[in-house]
């Protein structure tokens, strides 16, 4: 009973701890390579403002250092 109510409080709890804590952060972009005006509207808006996109390392990086302080992962 206990375990059951752990994971309960994990499937509910978890989505809303991060829902809250990347809140100012842009979303995600299901496009890789990005052409026409979408490609012009990304590339006027400065590199932290952009959506994350897959296979972006080095753009995500960067987001990731500004909104979350390290884009590595911080040992414990």
């Not at 590199?47 to 414990?76: E, K």
């Amino acid at each position: 009973m206990k375990v059951r109510n752990a994971i309960l409080s994990l499937v509910v709890g978890l989505p809303l701890f991060v829902s809250a804590s990347s809140a100012q952060e842009p979303g995600w972009s299901n496009v890789v390579i990005a052409r026409g005006e979408m490609r012009q509207q990304i590339e006027a808006t400065p590199i932290v403002n952009r959506p994350y996109r897959p296979l972006h390392f080095y753009g995500n990086a960067v987001r990731r250092a500004h909104y979350r302080g390290s884009p590595l992962a911080a040992r414990r």
